[in-house]
């Protein structure tokens, strides 16, 4: 079973501190389950997540001190450092280059709405359809004074972006369910035995940057304990 959340920001701060803890959920899961992978379709969501917790650094200080030791590390963030190390072992798999070159089909395009109807998978969302719709929405409700937006109104568009969301969330799930079906289904008829290779996290990352992360993911470990005794 799965669980859809959401996640809302009304203003550049709020953005920062969901995202961060959207990374750090992440990074918890992965380390209680290192098979885990989060899908995704198109590059958007590795792009926003880099712009946002990437700026800024709450380890500075501890930094600058294991640089008087000789340990240089980059100014990072705690989410900025994790959200890289599940970027360099792969945990982030987008379906978009997946689907390109897996198939062809007679699409106008390769876009999530164009290939979600060879899964079957029929959107709830009635108001919104586009994403251009849910950010005209979010307009009305960001400036609701202005536009003249009464409270239930606001409510009624905030569920119908939710909608719209919920409805993304659930046509890459079933993206992703029909690829790997598909794979499997064309490994047998090609008569092999269809394993998944699972990357050595040994063998894609040097003894330099194991030591880094190591050291970060102890800083990390650190300043989130500080912050909770706060």
Not at 36 to 62: A, K, P, R
């Amino acid at each position: 079973d799965w669980q859809f959340i959401d996640l809302w920001a009304h203003n550049k701060g709020e953005e920062s501190e969901q995202a961060k803890k959207l990374v750090n959920d992440l990074y918890e899961r992965w380390l209680a389950d290192k098979s885990m992978h989060i899908y995704h379709y198109n590059h958007t969501e590795q792009t926003l997540l880099q712009g946002i917790v990437g700026s800024g650094s709450s380890s500075g200080s501890i930094v600058s001190f294991l640089s008087q030791l000789g340990i240089v590390l980059d100014p990072f963030s705690i989410e900025e450092a994790r959200l890289k190390e599940l970027l360099e072992h792969n945990v982030f798999v987008d379906l978009l280059p997946i689907a390109r070159n897996s198939f062809q089909a007679g699409l106008p395009s390769y876009s999530l709405k164009k290939v979600e109807k060879l899964t079957g998978y029929e959107r709830q969302a009635e108001e919104v359809q586009k994403g251009a719709g849910a950010v005209m929405l979010y307009e009305l409700i960001a400036n609701r004074e202005r536009f003249h937006v009464s409270v239930d109104e606001a409510t009624e568009y905030m569920e119908a972006i939710n909608a719209y969301n919920l409805d993304d969330v659930q046509a890459t799930r079933y993206v992703h369910e029909w690829l790997w079906n598909q794979h499997c289904e064309e490994s047998k008829r090609a008569g092999g035995d269809f394993k998944l290779e699972e990357n050595s996290e040994k063998n894609s990352k040097d003894e330099d940057r194991e030591a880094e992360i190591a050291i970060q993911r102890q800083i990390s470990d650190f300043i989130l304990e500080q912050r909770a005794n706060e």
